[in-house]
C-alpha cells in the first residue's frame, strides 16, 4: 500500500483520531463519543451504562438473531516515560511502514476496524439477517469492575443472549492473521497464611517455625499433575509468586509464612475442584492456616464452530493463510461475555508492542484488518447468494 493509499484509508484515519485521546484507565476522553456518532446514521441504537467513573457503551442494530458482537476497550495502559518515546504517545505519527502512539496495537486499530468494516457492511446489505452489536468499556486495563461486567449483568438482567462476539484484542504474532485466540485460560489466585509461633532461633523447641511447617507442603503444590490439558488448553499451571516470613533479623523464628500463589487453568478443571485439592494437601499436613481466594476469570473456549470458521476462513481471505487456533496468553473482557454469549472468540493486530514504549501497528495491516471483520460479518449475516 502507498503512502497516498495509506492517506486515504478510512480505518487510519479513525485510528489516529482514537489514539488522539488520552484515554488512559479508567479515562475514556470521548472516544465512545465519536464511535456513537459513526454508529447512529447507520441505525444502532446507542446505549451508555457507566458506572464507578467508567464509560460503557451497548450499540446495537436490529433485533433479530444471530447478535453478533465487536467487543473491546477504549482504555489504554500509562505511557511511562515520555522522553524514551521518538515520538508524543498522544500524537499518532508514522514513519517506517507503522503507526506509532499509546492504543496503536491495543486496541485502538481494532476498534476503529470494528466502525469501517460495520460501515462497508451495512452500505452493501442494509437488510442482513440477524443483528449487529459493539460492547464497549473505557476499563479492562485496570480493575475492570464496572466495565464489561456491569454491562453483561445489565443485558443479562434483561434476558439478553449473544450468540457471537469478537473481541479486538491483539492476537496475531508476527503478521496479521496468524493466530486467533479461540479460549483463554482461568486464573484463580490464593493468598495462603501458615501460622507459626515467634521465638528465638537459639530455642528452636519454644517456637514453631512455619517456612520449615509448610515447606513439604508447597513442595507437593509444586509437583501436583492438575491435568494433562486438552485438545486446546495446555495443562492447568499452579505458581508461587510471592513468599514473605521473618522480620529482617537472622536470630528471629517467624510467626506467620505468607504465599501468594496463582493457577491458570483448563475448562478440564472449575474454581471449586482446585481450591478443594489444595485444601485437602494443606490438611494433610497438618498446617493452621487460612486462605483467601480470588477468581480473576472463569476459562472459556470456543469450539471449532460457526464462528471460528467465519474468522478463520475471512483471515484466510484477506491475507491468503489460515491463523492457529490458540489459548495462550492471559485474561481478556471475553471471560466475562462468554457468561452470556454461546461463541467468543479474540483477534486482532500483531501484539508484540503492546503495553511497551514505542507501541505501533503496521500501516499495511490496518485496512486488512478492518477487510476481515468485515468478511466476517458477510460469512456469519449473509447467504452465499446474497453476500
Known amino acids: 500500500m502507498t503512502s497516498t493509499q495509506h492517506a486515504a484509508s478510512p480505518t487510519l484515519a479513525l485510528t489516529r483520531d482514537l489514539i488522539a485521546r488520552h484515554s488512559v484507565t479508567p479515562e475514556d476522553a470521548g472516544c465512545l463519543e465519536l464511535i456513537a456518532a459513526r454508529l447512529a446514521p447507520l441505525g444502532f441504537v446507542c446505549e451508555r451504562i457507566d458506572g464507578g467513573g467508567v464509560c460503557n457503551l451497548w450499540a446495537v442494530r436490529g433485533t433479530a438473531r444471530p447478535i453478533v458482537v465487536f467487543a473491546g476497550h477504549t482504555d489504554v495502559v500509562p505511557t511511562g516515560p515520555i522522553t524514551s518515546w521518538d515520538s508524543d504517545p498522544f500524537t499518532p505519527t508514522e514513519r517506517d511502514g507503522y503507526l506509532y502512539g499509546r492504543g496503536a496495537a491495543d486496541m485502538k486499530t481494532s476498534l476503529a476496524a470494528f466502525i469501517t468494516s460495520i460501515e462497508a457492511f451495512v452500505a452493501e446489505h442494509p437488510n442482513h439477517a440477524g443483528s449487529i452489536a459493539l460492547l464497549l468499556t473505557s476499563d479492562e486495563e485496570g480493575i475492570a469492575t464496572h466495565g464489561t461486567t456491569l454491562v453483561v449483568e445489565t443485558l443479562k438482567a434483561r434476558g439478553v443472549a449473544l450468540d457471537h462476539c469478537i473481541v479486538g484484542e491483539p492476537t496475531s504474532v508476527d503478521k496479521l492473521g496468524d493466530m486467533i485466540k479461540n479460549g483463554r485460560r482461568g486464573s484463580l489466585s490464593g493468598k495462603l497464611t501458615v501460622k507459626g509461633v515467634q521465638g528465638h532461633i537459639a530455642y528452636p523447641h519454644l517456637a514453631k517455625n512455619p517456612i520449615h511447617l509448610a515447606a513439604p507442603a508447597l513442595a507437593e503444590l509444586a509437583n501436583v499433575t492438575w491435568d494433562a490439558g486438552n485438545e486446546y488448553f495446555p495443562p492447568t499451571s499452579w505458581q508461587m509468586s510471592n513468599i ?83 489459548t495462550t496468553g492471559g485474561t481478556s473482557d471475553g471471560r466475562f461475555i462468554a457468561d452470556i454469549c454461546a461463541q467468543v472468540v479474540e483477534f486482532g493486530p500483531v501484539n508484540a508492542t503492546i503495553h511497551k514504549i514505542n507501541e505501533c501497528v503496521a500501516l499495511d495491516a490496518i485496512e486488512p484488518l478492518s477487510a476481515i471483520y468485515r468478511r466476517t460479518l458477510e460469512n456469519l449475516l449473509t447467504t452465499k447468494e446474497t453476500a
Open 244 to 326: 514473605k516470613a521473618g522480620t529482617g533479623a537472622t536470630n528471629v523464628i517467624p510467626g506467620n509464612l505468607e504465599v501468594l500463589f496463582n493457577f491458570r487453568f483448563a475448562t478440564v478443571h472449575t474454581a471449586d475442584s482446585l481450591k478443594q485439592q489444595v485444601h485437602t494437601i494443606l490438611d494433610k499436613h497438618g498446617l493452621d492456616y487460612t486462605l483467601e481466594w480470588t477468581l480473576g476469570g472463569k476459562p472459556f473456549l470456543t469450539p471449532k464452530g460457526s464462528l471460528v470458521a467465519a474468522i478463520s476462513g475471512a483471515i484466510e481471505a484477506t491475507v491468503g493463510f489460515a491463523p492457529e487456533l490458540s
